[in-house]
């Protein structure tokens, strides 16, 4: 059985099953991950060891503090820690940093998003556009064989002549084409929306054709300028590059840490058994040979062939690129929306022109239909004007479904729910 398919049902599909966003998941999940671990970066560390050895010949032994000559077995443990006191902030800035770059992960899944969203509607809206076409071309293929069977009708009987039943097949064929183009043209816009969802292209679907309203109502006039100050501020593009900007900002104090010097604290305790110690038991040395210390290490920064200092320069340099990166995304949402509306007005003046002249050549098809019936037009006035009719339905059709899709594009960047009821 064929699914019938709503556009709510295809955009819960594409968004449920489309890789790339999966694929925004998973580098999110990665940014998580590299936050928590500069948050971990903060606890000291602790290792444990064990080493054993079996020596043959002369040695020094540690553990009884002898020159000796012989097998011997010995067994040591170690608990060592470490733990960062001051590297110059660096820990710190890489934590903000860190959640910088995780919100530009997240703000570049909403992008995903809302692209495939409009990939998903624009091409529902395609798809229902052809089906329509389709609906329309057939229903002129019917209408181009009766008038057919009738000249074929009158030739029989000698009321018209070879040329008039010529031109009816003719106009039979040329409306064949058609049917076979939208067909066509239907198919390819059912596999493009099934590639977005992600689903076999071998599965049958139907689309649900909403009761769309006359689309030149309660057309809202938009201010470009107004557009652009009301989306920007949660266009996720936008919000990418502002997290990435501050991210690369932040990286400036991590690369100043290198003029800072860095101080650490580091502790260890041990013990160990030797068979050459042979005045004592396996426990007793291990009470015996226990040892501990403790100590800091300061490292003040002196010469280091400008490495911090050329560090510093390649951040700000990433800084001012960024900041480069965050204004081209601004030029472009403001060509976008600027875009948006003229396409608006031009949809709406087309969808009106196209109306008008799609009634007019009806009525003037229907006049003329009632001339021929009675003679006073012959079948290539006939064919003229049947021919005008259906390019200016077709065209009507398109135009109409141009003007849905452009509304929807200005609620899309608005940040309204997608629905044609």
Known sequence: AQQVLTVQEALNQALNNNLQVKQALLQAALSEEDVKQAKMNFFPTLNAGIDGNLRWGKSFDQLTGSLINQSTNSLNGSLNASAAVFQGFSRINQVSANKYLLLADQSNIEKIKSDLVLSVVTTYLEALTNQDLLAAGKQQLALSQSQLEVEQINYDVGNKTLADLSQAKS??????LNVTSAENAYDLSILNLKQLMEMDPSNPIVLETPALQDPSVNITVYSAAELFEQIKETYPEIKQAAYNSQAAKTNIAIAKAGYYPELSLRGSAGTGYSSAQQTSDFNQQLSDN?????????????????????????????????????????????????????????????????????????????????????GLANSIELSTSQTNMNKAEFDFIQARYNLIFRTKVIDYYLGKPITFN
């Open 290 to 374: 226990l040892n501990q210390y403790i100590g800091f290490s300061l490292s003040i920064p002196i010469f280091n062939n400008f490495r911090t200092k050329i560090a510093v320069s390649k951040a700000r340099i990433s800084y001012e690129n960024a900041l480069l990166s965050e204004r081209q995304s601004e030029n472009n949402l403001s060509k976008i929306i600027n875009q948006a509306v003229l396409d608006l007005r031009a949809a709406e003046k087309n969808y009106n022109s196209t109306q008008q002249a799609f009634q007019a050549t009806k009525e003037a098809f229907d006049v003329l239909k009632q001339r021929y019936d009675v």
């Open 171 to 176: 106009l039979v064929a040329a409306d064949e």
